[in-house]
């Protein structure tokens, strides 16, 4: 069975800190990545994918695959408080379409 | 902008009163899911299309239906409400973006309440 893991947290930062999320997977054919943010009572919004080993930079977020340790994760720099959500991490073997998600960490980031 | 929408964003009901959830997208996607999820849990797949083809995942209770009369509409019927089905219900669209990679977009998600 296909299984995306996360620490369900709370992860608490100061504001201006870097966040690490952190996210292990066991299919080990899973391709495509991805990390999606969801405010409390809102849906989830996708903010990073990635599909190569290494490093994808956009803005504050970068994401980070390595395929051999089968983990993904995710850092924010300057961590601002509207920064404060769950991140949900979600993983796709190669042409599937049926993505196989975590439950998510919640993310605290106070002033 | 394009988007998906869905209607209502909250829904209460009555034990056992059925209910319909509606969703639209204007992104032409031409797959759609149907999502459950619960507090502080991962979503969860009831049903996805692609294309006109139905796919309904195994646990997902006989209590659901979904029709999809064309590409840009889904719409998720409960027929009997119970307790245990108040949660939010996600839509969510996606298409081959190259390299058969598909990234899902979700719409606002509809928020059921069962009284």
């Known amino acids: 069975q296909k299984e995306v893991e996360q620490n369900s947290g709370p992860l608490s930062v100061p504001e201006g800190a870097i966040a690490s999320l952190n996210c292990t997977y066991s299919d080990r054919v899973s391709q495509s990545f991805f990390w999606y943010r969801q405010y409390s009572g809102k849906s989830p919004e996708l903010i990073m994918s990635i599909y190569s080993n290494g490093d994808k930079e956009d803005g504050r977020f970068t994401a980070q695959l390595n395929k051999a340790s089968q983990y993904v994760s995710l850092l924010i720099r300057d961590s601002q408080p509207s920064d404060s959500a769950t991140y949900l991490c979600?993983?796709?073997?190669?042409?599937?379409?049926?993505?196989?998600f975590g439950r998510g960490t919640s993310l605290i980031v106070h002033p | 902008d394009a988007m998906v929408i869905q209607n209502p964003r909250y829904q209460v009901t009555q034990f056992g009163k059925p209910v319909t959830l509606s969703c639209s997208q204007t992104?032409?996607?031409?797959?759609m899911y149907w999502y459950q999820q619960k507090s502080s849990q991962a979503p969860k797949l009831l049903f996805h299309y692609y294309d006109k083809d139905f796919n309904n995942e195994a646990d997902t209770p006989d209590n659901f239906q979904s029709r999809r009369p064309n590409t840009s509409f889904c719409f998720l019927d409960i027929r009997s409400p119970g307790l245990g089905d108040a949660a939010m219900y996600l839509c969510?669209?996606?298409?081959?973006?190259?390299?058969?990679?598909?990234?899902?977009?979700f719409g606002p998600g509809t928020r059921l309440t069962v009284l």
């Open positions: 979600a993983a796709s073997s190669g042409g599937s379409y049926i993505p196989t």
């Open positions: 969510a669209t996606s298409r081959d973006t190259g390299g058969r990679i598909y990234e899902q977009f």
């Open positions: 992104l032409n996607h031409n797959v």
